[in-house]
C-alpha cells in the first residue's frame, strides 16, 4: 500500500482524526481531536501559522505530526490544507542555504581558501544537500495526503494500529 512508505521515508506520524474543540490564541491553535480507535489517548496537538484556517467540532483531518506539533494536515470536511505554506517554509529555507554556500564560496576565494571558510562551506553544502532530500520528502508526503481516499487511510491505520498492540 502507497502508506507504507510515508512511514519508511518519513520522521512523522499519519493520523485521522475528529476534531472534538479547538483553541486560537493569535497565530497558535491547539486541537483536541475525539477519542475513538483511531486515537486511543484523546490527542491534542499545536499548529501555529500566520494565515486563518476555519476548523470547527467534528472537522476530520489527515495530519502529520511530529512531537506534539502539526507539520501538514488535509481538512477532509472543509478541503482545506497548509500544502502551500509548508513548500513555502521550505523553499525559503533553501533560500537561506543556497545564499550562505554562495556567501562562504565567495568568502573562501579571496582569502585564498583558508581552511575554516572550505570547512564551513563543506558543512553548509550537506545542510543544503540534506534540506534538498527533506524537500522530496516534503512534496512525497503532500502527493500522498493529497490522492489519498478517508477510507483507505482509516482502513490501514487500523490495520497498522492492530498491528503494533499486537
Known amino acids: 500500500m502507497e502508506f507504507t512508505s510515508f512511514y519508511n521515508y518519513a520522521r512523522s506520524d499519519l493520523k485521522c482524526l475528529k476534531i472534538q474543540s479547538f483553541e486560537k490564541n493569535h497565530t497558535l491553535y491547539t486541537l483536541h481531536f475525539k477519542q475513538d480507535t483511531l486515537n486511543p489517548n484523546a490527542l491534542s496537538l499545536q499548529y501555529k501559522s500566520l494565515k486563518h484556517y476555519h476548523f470547527k467540532e467534528n472537522d476530520t483531518l489527515l495530519l ?11 481538512n477532509l470536511t472543509q478541503k482545506e490544507d497548509n500544502f502551500k505554506e509548508a513548500k513555502i517554509k521550505h523553499c525559503i529555507f533553501l533560500c537561506f542555504l543556497g ?5 562562504f ?3 573562501a576565494a579571496i582569502n585564498a581558501f583558508a581552511l575554516l571558510y572550505l570547512i564551513l562551506l563543506s558543512a553548509n553544502l550537506i545542510l543544503l544537500v540534506l534540506a534538498f532530500i527533506n524537500l ?8 500522498i495526503l493529497k ?9 490501514f491505520l487500523k ?6 498492540s499486537a
Open 105 to 107: 564560496a565567495f568568502f
Open 136 to 143: 522530496g520528502l516534503l512534496f512525497k508526503q503532500i502527493r
Open 147 to 155: 490522492t489519498s481516499k478517508q477510507s483507505e487511510i482509516e482502513d
Open 99 to 103: 545564499i550562505f554556500a554562495l556567501l
Open 64 to 74: 502529520c505530526h511530529l512531537e506534539g506539533k502539526i507539520i501538514l494536515f488535509h
Open 159 to 164: 490495520q497498522n494500529l492492530s498491528k503494533n
